[in-house]
Nanobody
């Protein structure tokens, strides 16, 4: 059974940086999509970054392009989210999520859509607060 555990959240000032980690276990399928979702207070959960294990391709929401970077260390079974130039609107819970696929194109398509409905496995979330 796939399990995901996030870590690295905390308090940072606007313009600062923060790195989140998601430790994964129980991967058994050939391909996975692994995404980071952000949920601001009082708002719906939104996918912000995604990586496909098939080819390492990534997708980002426009509002985080150039500031956030998602990567995965297959040897450590860990996915990372590097966040730079943080803004107050980035405040909220960050969740990592994953879903397996039998074909690489399926995994890539899941990242393109980056919908909460597509992801089967979820971490517990980690809090990020961007404030002066």
């Amino acid at each position: 059974q796939v399990q995901l555990v996030e870590s690295g959240g905390g308090l940072v000032q606007p313009g600062g940086s923060l790195n989140l980690s998601c430790a994964a276990s129980g991967f058994t399928q050939d391909y996975y999509s692994i995404a980071w979702f952000h949920q601001a207070p009082g708002k719906e959960r939104e996918g912000v970054a995604c990586i496909s294990t098939s080819d390492g391709s990534t997708k980002y929401k426009d509002r985080v392009k150039g500031r956030f970077s998602v990567s995965r260390d297959n040897a450590k079974n860990t996915v990372y989210l590097q966040m730079k130039s943080l803004k107050p609107d980035d405040t909220g819970f960050y969740y990592c999520a994953a879903v397996g696929a039998d074909y690489p194109q399926t995994a890539k398509a899941t990242c393109v859509m980056m919908s909460t409905w597509s992801f089967k496995f979820w971490g517990q979330g980690t809090q990020v607060t961007v404030s002066s």
